[in-house]
Antibody, heavy 119, light 112 residues
Framework: EVQLVESGGGLVQPGGSLRLSCVASGFTFSTYGMNWVRQAPGKGLEWLSAISTSGHTPYYADSVKGRFTISRDNSKNMLYLQMDSLRAEDTAVYYC????????????WGQGTLVTVSS | DIVMTQTPLSLSVTPGQPASISCKSSQSLLYGDGKTYLYWYLQKPGQSPQLLIYQVSSRFSGVPDRFSGSGSGTDFTLKISRVEAEDVGVYYCMQGLQLPLTFGGGTKVEIK
């Protein structure tokens, strides 16, 4: 059974940093592309970032480019999102999402972790 | 970026009756491999999204056959043949043709 469990969310002040983690199980992590997607309170889904199977090729939405960094550790089945220079508009539930094969289309989602940016 | 537009915004359906949701993309989702990268997800209240349909019309593992997808190019439809109480939530279409992945605004389905 595919499982994705996010952690690391919480309350952070504007301008601060946070690192989200996602532990994957139930599939061969190193052979799948991975994504981060967020959902602001009461809003729709926004794709943020994707990473290739090797971790060498990251992709970002314009809204987070230069502030967020995606990475992965295939030896630990872990996906990360380093979030810097956080803004109030980054407040959202952040989902880790598994790609379909090596691509970035999404088949499975984690339960999400809430990030609140507020003073 | 590819813009995804869903209609209607909301649906109120009597149990056992059909429901239909439309999704339009700003450009064709047909790729050179002959596949069309249109996906449908359901986000039940308080839960994360779950995949229902991939590549326009293929049901994902465990998805009941009352859910069906159709369409081509830029126009797509999700149909529920007989809505059940467990089908309530927000339905999203998503294009997987290119990054950034983009989602429709969502259609909220509720039971009358």
């Amino acid at each position: 059974e595919v499982q994705l469990v996010e952690s690391g969310g919480g309350l952070v002040q504007p301008g601060g940093s946070l690192r989200l983690s996602c532990v994957a199980s139930g599939f061969t992590f190193s052979t799948y592309g991975m994504n981060w997607v967020r959902q602001a309170p009461g809003k729709g889904l926004e794709w943020l970032s994707a990473i290739s199977t090797s971790g060498h090729t990251p992709y970002y939405a314009d809204s987070v480019k230069g502030r967020f960094t995606i990475s992965r550790d295939n030896s630990k089945n872990m996906l990360y999102l380093q979030m810097d220079s956080l803004r109030a508009e980054d407040t959202a539930v952040y989902y880790c999402a598994k790609g379909v094969g090596a691509t970035h289309q999404i088949d499975y989602w984690g339960q999400g972790t809430l990030v609140t940016v507020s003073s | 970026d590819i813009v995804m537009t869903q209609t209607p915004l909301s649906l109120s359906v009597t149990p056992g009756q059909p429901a239909s949701i439309s999704c339009k993309s700003s450009q064709s989702l047909l790729y050179g491999d002959g596949k069309t990268y249109l996906y449908w997800y359901l986000q039940k209240p308080g839960q994360s999204p779950q995949l229902l349909i991939y590549q326009v019309s293929s049901r994902f593992s465990g998805v009941p056959d009352r859910f069906s997808g159709s369409g081509s190019g830029t126009d797509f439809t999700l149909k529920i043949s007989r809505v059940e109480a467990e089908d309530v939530g927000v339905y999203y279409c998503m294009q997987g043709l290119q990054l950034p992945l983009t989602f429709g605004g969502g259609t909220k389905v509720e039971i009358k």
